[in-house]
């Protein structure tokens, strides 16, 4: 072999090797990079952190199936980037849950239910959540189902 084909077979070489790296690498972007970053919710920070709150109050004897109201106001309504903080304020003697009725999960504050964070809400406590996406959101309290409640997000343009 003349010594010019050598060195051309190793420049031969050298282009596959490379062209094989940048493979490998724009395959790790596409399937892994890429599919982290979208995995991860994208929520506006007026959206997550919304300035103003709506205040859902648990009304006092709202364990008793009697009561004339559990939640109040029972149909809430809030507007993302506005006040799509909800907080529940236990304004009864016995402690109450806010649970979802479809196991809602949001992509950015996860299971909707009071349950998974804080528990139960105690007498005078408070239970907070933030809805990142528009929608109807049904809840009920878990040792007493016949409390029931809605929340409904809005889009800030509608
Ligand atoms: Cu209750």
Not at 47 to 61: C, D, F, M, R, W
């Amino acid at each position: 072999m003349e010594r010019s084909q050598q060195f051309s077979s190793i420049g031969g070489l050298t282009i596959i090797f490379f062209i094989i790296a940048i493979a490998i690498s724009f395959a790790f972007y596409q399937f892994i990079f890429l599919k982290e970053l979208n995995l991860k919710p994208t929520v506006r920070e007026e959206v997550a952190n919304p300035p103003q709150s709506l205040t859902v109050n648990i009304v006092e004897g709202a364990s008793l199936p009697t009561n004339p109201q559990f939640y109040d106001p029972s149909l809430g309504r809030a507007t993302l980037g506005i006040d799509n903080k909800v907080i529940w304020e236990n304004l009864d003697a016995t402690p109450h849950t806010v649970t979802t009725d479809n196991d809602y999960e949001d992509p950015l504050s996860g299971k909707f239910d009071s349950m998974e964070t804080i528990g139960l809400v105690p007498a005078g406590g408070t239970f907070e959540f933030v809805f990142t996406e528009d929608g109807e959101y049904p809840y009920h309290c878990e040792p007493h189902p016949w409390m029931t409640g809605t929340v409904t997000i809005v889009k800030d343009y509608s």
